[in-house]
């Protein structure tokens, strides 16, 4: 009798069935695919082996050990409260999307977090990576030899050998300065990050427009960029005994709370002094007046990082090498900002 009953198909690998073949628990097997622990080369070896010859795929992860591709991208950004750095995923998220690959982003907390714990986790997961310009030396350094291929955003990387895009911070400081200096202002009060390496950069701008001038430049400092530390610094910068008609600060959620503070103690923006920030985030344009600010380009960064980074991981001999890449800036001006009383 001839036996019409189809094939039984063939039951997929489990995780057990990986785990039995490669002589480890089914813990570690979970643990090494999706990139929780590392394990001595042995035993990652022969986990890989399994999966394999197997063909364990029910995770990404293994699929990428199987293929060498994950289907994943990342980003890291510094502080996911800043209107800046979503606005970076967002111009990654549609760039990656359109190619098909899944973003995966962790954040930095501004440093407040292992950066280097957490990129490693990351790079488990992802074909590449995109990081701020600004991650710490030993971060930096673990990427250059990690093999994973990397495009920076925010500033230039000293390394040649490193892809990065972002604004001339320097040019864009420049233009903000000289829309102050046509405006009459000749005290300028710069509230500087020296966490971020290009805050000097702002500041040698600001420094170049008013050069040949009568200009006063004077430079302070905060210990984050956030909105907090601009209230908590406007009262040394805003009531010392020569007060600025004019403050620029390194970001606008800085300048946004200094603003705020300015008015609670009695100034009047910008008839008593004018204010300006960088990033031209959402927030500004609703600011009680609306801030003077610089577009930094944020989503379009994210957008030509992540253009950069799927042409280095297909292996296009345009970006395999460093270099950096140059957005466009602007001025957008708006209530913060005005012309100098006469007299004041």
């Not at 609670?264 to 959402?282: E, K, Q």
Request: proline fraction near 3%.
């Amino acid at each position: 009798m001839t036996d019409d009953t189809p094939a039984r198909r063939r039951k997929a690998a489990t995780i057990r069935d990986v785990a039995q073949a490669a002589g480890v628990s089914t813990a570690t097997v979970s643990k090494f695919i999706n990139g929780g622990q590392r394990f001595t080369r042995e035993v990652e070896e022969r986990v890989t082996t399994a999966v394999r010859e197997l063909g364990y795929s029910s995770n990404p992860m293994a699929r990428g050990m199987i293929t060498g591709q994950t289907g994943n991208v990342g980003i890291v950004i510094l502080d996911i409260c800043n209107p800046h750095f979503t606005s970076l995923v967002k111009g990654s998220s549609r760039v990656a999307e359109r190619a098909g690959l899944n973003l995966l982003f962790t954040d930095t907390a501004e440093g407040h977090t292992p950066e280097l714990t957490m990129l490693q986790a990351l790079s488990r997961r992802v074909d590449g990576i995109i990081v701020s310009a600004r991650l710490s030396e030993a971060a930096i350094e673990w990427l250059k030899h990690s093999g994973l291929p990397v495009i920076y955003y925010g500033g230039q990387q000293p390394d040649p050998a490193c892809y990065s895009v972002g604004v001339d911070n320097r040019a864009a400081a420049q233009m903000l300065g000289r829309h102050l200096r046509d405006l009459g202002h000749r005290r300028i009060s710069y509230v500087g990050f020296s966490g971020a390496r290009w805050s000097s950069e702002r500041w040698k701008g600001l420094q170049d427009a008013f050069d040949g001038s009568d200009g006063v430049l004077r430079l302070f400092d905060v210990e984050s960029a956030v909105a907090d530390e601009g209230e908590r610094i406007a009262s040394s910068v805003l009531l010392c005994a020569e007060p600025p008609d004019a403050v620029v600060t390194y970001n606008d959620l800085v300048a946004l709370g200094l603003l705020g503070q300015a008015q609670l103690l009695g100034l009047r923006v910008p008839d008593d002094v004018s204010i300006a920030g960088f990033d031209n985030i959402i927030y500004g344009r609703y600011a009680s007046p609306a801030l003077t600010t610089v577009d930094t380009a944020s989503e379009l960064t994210g957008e030509t990082a992540m253009q950069r980074l799927i042409e280095r991981i297909r292996g296009d001999a345009a970006v395999s090498g460093g270099g950096h890449e140059t957005l466009a800036s602007r001025v957008i001006a708006r209530g913060s900002t005005a012309r100098r009383a006469p007299g004041r």
